[in-house]
Nanobody, 124 residues
Framework: QVRLVESGGGSVQPGGNLRLSCQVS????????MGWFRQPPGKEREGIAT????????DYADSLKGRFAISRDNTNHMLYLEMHDLEPEDTAVYYC?????????????????WGQGTPVTVSS
């Protein structure tokens, strides 16, 4: 079993930055693909970024490349998402997730474990 707890969400003005964190605990956390996803109000969940166990391969949703950065700290069992130049369209609940395998995919249905989510609101 894997437990994921996100933190760092909140309200920010357009153009601002936020750093989301995800504390990961449980079985074999350092050998799992990890990812960040988000669900805007009234919309379906979408993939943001994934990172392989040792960080050797990272994928981003095309629309978010350049503004978002995923990273992981396997020593401390943490996953991070740096978000820059935030826009109102980035308003969503943000989730971290883990797969039962090392290979990554941006498809949410392929992830087995999920955090409770942390809300981000971008508004002036």
């Amino acid at each position: 079993q894997v437990r994921l707890v996100e933190s760092g969400g909140g309200s920010v003005q357009p153009g601002g930055n936020l750093r989301l964190s995800c504390q990961v605990s449980g079985a074999a956390v350092n050998v799992r693909c990890m990812g960040w996803f988000r669900q805007p109000p009234g919309k379906e969940r979408e993939g943001i970024a994934t990172i392989t166990p040792r960080g050797g391969h990272i994928d981003y949703a095309d629309s978010l490349k350049g503004r978002f950065a995923i990273s992981r700290d396997n020593t401390n069992h943490m996953l991070y998402l740096e978000m820059h130049d935030l826009e109102p369209e980035d308003t969503a609940v943000y989730y971290c997730a883990a797969r039962s395998r090392a290979a990554c995919t941006l498809v949410s249905a392929n992830f087995d474990y999920w955090g409770q989510g942390t809300p981000v609101t971008v508004s002036s």
